[in-house]
Every structure is written in structure tokens, then in C-alpha cells.
């Protein structure tokens, strides 16, 4: 079984990356997906974080107000920690479930967005660090996802640099370009890394 981590800063393109390398064949394990899941209506993970925070965090439904809980955290390192000490402790416990079931002889890649930021690099067999500039991930999260320019800069500024990224990479992914040039990027990131895992 051949580990990898694939992370990169927000607005990076990490997820265009992991549907890709998923497409190919990988076996995914999300850890964003994961940390919504622990987080869900009736879970203990969501009882914590309530606890902690308080039920200004809960929508009217009772689900989590996640921009909410995130406009609290990103702008209070304090904050960030506590809630990370609920919810990374569950996410890790439920990634080992499904490496676990993965087969023997699969590539299973880890997406974590704070690969850098918890040190987890020494985890993984080959870390993947999808890049692009900063102006760029600036302009992705104001046009695509709506956020604030204020926003976009102190969710930045709560992730690792770019530098500090970048020198724990192994293989790094430029996705400032075309989705077409992406494509052939990840094909040759895949050859690679089906060619590590077939030599053992």
C-alpha cells in the first residue's frame, strides 16, 4: 500500500486533484469530508463543539452553521486549537478505519488541507502539494466561492505559506494553468506513483 498525502492551500485546486487521482484509480480518504461527517446532527463530535462554542454555532435545524463556527476559529488561534482538538482526533480515528479496508495493493491518497500545519508529512510514503500563487487563490475564493477579500486573506493567513508547503513536497502539482494542463499533470503524477507502489 502506497500513502499518500496530497495537500495545498485553499483555493489551490486540491479537490480537482483528488477527483482526478480517484478517476484513476486511487483510493481517496477526505479529510474535510471526514471532518463534516464527525460533525453531523446527533454525532458526539457535534455535541463537543457545541459545548465549547455554544448553540450559536447550530443552524435553526440543528446542523452545524459552519461559516458561523469558521468567522469564530479563523479570526482566534485559541479558538482554531480548541476546536481542533475536538474534531482532529475523531477524523483521525475514522481515516484509519477506511485505510484499514483499503486492499493491499492499493495507492491510497490522504487529501488533509493541514498537512503542513500539523507536521503530518513523516505520515505519508510521498507528499503531493497541489500550487498555485497567492493573487490566485485570492481571486478564486473572492469570485468563486463569494467570500470577502478580508475573508479570503485571513483564511490564507491561517494556513501554512507557500514556502513552507512547497519544501515539504515531493511532488508538486502547478495548478495555476488550463484544466487540460492539469489533466496531464495528474496523468503523470499517477504513472509515478503506480510505478512506487508496484515496486514496493
Known amino acids: 500500500m502506497?500513502?499518500?498525502?496530497?495537500?495545498?492551500?485553499?483555493?489551490?485546486?486540491?479537490?480537482?486533484?483528488s477527483a482526478r487521482l480517484a478517476a484513476r484509480g486511487a483510493v481517496i480518504i477526505d479529510a474535510d469530508k471526514i471532518a463534516r461527517e464527525v460533525v453531523e446532527p446527533g454525532t458526539p463530535g457535534?455535541?463537543?463543539?457545541?459545548?465549547?462554542?455554544?448553540?450559536?454555532?447550530?443552524r435553526p435545524d440543528g446542523s452545524?452553521?459552519?461559516e458561523r463556527l469558521g468567522s469564530i476559529v479563523f479570526a482566534d488561534a485559541g479558538r482554531r486549537a480548541?476546536?481542533?482538538?475536538?474534531?482532529?482526533?475523531?477524523?483521525?480515528?475514522?481515516m484509519n478505519e477506511l485505510m484499514e479496508a483499503a486492499p493491499q495493493d492499493a495507492v491510497v491518497v490522504y487529501d488533509?488541507?493541514?498537512?503542513?500545519?500539523?507536521?503530518l508529512s513523516g505520515l505519508y510514503d510521498v507528499v503531493v502539494v497541489v500550487d498555485?500563487?497567492?493573487?490566485?487563490?485570492?481571486?478564486?475564493?473572492?469570485?468563486?466561492?463569494g467570500m470577502t477579500e478580508e475573508d479570503a486573506r485571513a483564511r490564507i493567513a491561517a494556513q501554512a505559506t507557500r514556502e513552507e508547503r512547497l519544501k515539504i513536497a515531493d511532488h508538486v502539482i502547478d495548478n495555476s494553468g488550463t484544466l487540460a494542463e492539469l489533466d496531464a499533470a495528474?496523468?503523470?503524477?499517477?504513472?509515478g506513483l503506480q510505478a512506487r507502489s508496484a515496486a514496493g
Open 186 to 191: 495528474v496523468d503523470a503524477l499517477w504513472a
Open 2 to 17: 502506497l500513502r499518500v498525502g496530497l495537500t495545498g492551500g485553499i483555493g489551490a485546486g486540491k479537490s480537482e486533484v
Open 112 to 119: 488533509v488541507p493541514l498537512l503542513t500545519e500539523n507536521n
Open 64 to 66: 452545524l452553521d459552519r
Open 132 to 145: 498555485v500563487p497567492v493573487e490566485t487563490q485570492l481571486e478564486r475564493l473572492t469570485g468563486r466561492r
Open 82 to 94: 480548541a476546536l481542533n482538538a475536538i474534531v482532529h482526533p475523531l477524523v483521525g480515528e475514522r
Open 46 to 58: 457535534l455535541a463537543a463543539v457545541v459545548a465549547e462554542f455554544g448553540e450559536q454555532v447550530l
